[in-house]
């Protein structure tokens, strides 16, 4: 059996349950182009998650992608964060636009709204925020800011499904909220991703693009690219979303333990508890401060690793750092976001995780203090 423990794991339904909600598919032999399931899915989606109106892509990066797209964002710059996964910056550059990059808090690692009005130009058409390992924007700030000039709010909401603040679905905020499905989030379609708007002219606009553009036999008013999700991932989505509490309140329970053991801790700091935020428990990241703890995020990382148990550099390195943008971009222009990049690692996070395992993990981090 294999002993290893990974960053995380992918919450999976049993087969019998996937298979029984199979078989509508297998009858009907409808398995993609937004078959039965697929429908299905998103009016769940749309009931759990507190919006009016949702659309489903194969991941999340097409969500952020094409909802640039449907928000007629054709050119100009875009005000986002280099501490996120390279996914969004990759989306902000596909759609033709040019990103300029704003540090973070470094309390809660999101946007710093206070920076945010220093890099808006002539230029500037729309601020993405990310809600980083479910800490959650400073959303009233940066909608402030964005009703003053003018500008559409994109939030990357990859890491907050399931999230309410102050009793409201975290998708119903900004013009667009786009959530990942991914196999290594709270909630899995194995694939997937969706965008939560409430214009209806979005989601029209959305259908089409994701769909090749095409709008009916004879007419192709987009140019776009085939994103749609499949009847399977579907599926997934429908029984996955069936457990998706009890998935969260395991990671509660798993969170705590690491709290028991971590919180406090002279050079280690954890992620902070959000007021007004109802958490899913994504993500268990710690910073370390090599002078207080004694040890570096890198030698954590390495005694870890040493005994199978895996833990993630995230986000390391911050997009600007990345091969493909360090010669565009200068990282030092967002110290904090770099600072905590080189310093933090998210540690294994998932319900299956054993609490004796959360024990263990904890006493190899705590044996790294000299």
Not at 164 to 178: A, L, N, Q
Not at 193 to 206: N, S, T, Y
Not at 240 to 260: D, Q
Request: proline share 4%; with cysteine.
């Amino acid at each position: 059996m294999d002993k290893r423990i990974f960053v995380t794991k992918p919450f999976i339904p049993d087969l019998d349950e996937y298979i029984e909600e199979l078989k509508e598919v297998w009858g009907n032999r409808w398995i993609t182009n937004m078959g039965p399931k697929h429908e299905e899915l998103k009016e769940k989606l749309k009931d759990y998650l507190g919006v009016e109106r949702i659309e489903l892509f194969t991941n999340g990066h097409m969500a952020i992608e094409l909802s640039l797209q449907a928000l007629g964002l054709t050119e100009g710059e875009v005000i986002t964060s280099p501490f996120t996964f390279i996914s969004t910056t990759h989306a902000i550059v596909r759609a033709g636009l040019t990103p300029v990059f704003c540090d973070i808090d470094p309390t809660d690692f999101t946007i710093d709204p206070a920076q945010i009005e220093s890099h808006i130009t002539e230029k500037t058409v729309a601020i993405l925020p990310i809600h980083v390992y479910g800490n959650i924007c400073h959303i009233e700030e940066i909608q402030e800011i964005a009703d003053r000039h003018g500008l559409k709010v994109l939030y990357d909401a990859a890491h907050t499904f399931g999230e309410t603040y102050k009793g409201k679905g975290i998708g119903s905020y900004g013009d667009v909220s786009c959530f990942s499905f991914h196999a290594t989030k709270v909630y899995n379609t194995a694939e997937g991703g969706g965008a939560c708007f409430k214009d209806p002219k979005i989601g029209e606009k959305l259908q089409f693009i994701k769909d090749f553009g095409i709008i009916d036999e004879e007419r192709i008013g987009y140019t776009g690219p085939n994103a749609k999700m499949n009847e399977l991932c579907a599926v997934m989505g429908i029984c996955n979303l069936r457990h998706v509490e009890e998935e969260i309140s395991k990671r509660g329970a798993i969170t705590a333990r690491y709290r028991e053991h971590l919180e406090g801790v002279k050079g280690i700091r954890l992620n902070p508890v959000n007021k007004d935020v109802k958490s899913n428990h994504a993500y268990f990241p710690a910073v370390f401060d090599k002078d207080a703890f004694g040890s570096d995020r890198n030698d954590v990382f390495d005694a870890l690793r040493k005994e199978d148990i895996g833990a993630r550099k995230y986000f390391y390195p911050i997009t600007t750092a990345t091969d493909c943008y360090k010669d565009r971009f200068d990282a030092d222009e967002t110290p904090i976001a770099k600072q905590i990049s080189e310093s933090v690692l998210s540690l294994p996070l998932y319900g299956d995780l054993a609490l004796e395992d959360v024990d263990r993990i904890c006493r190899i981090i705590l044996s790294c203090s000299k």
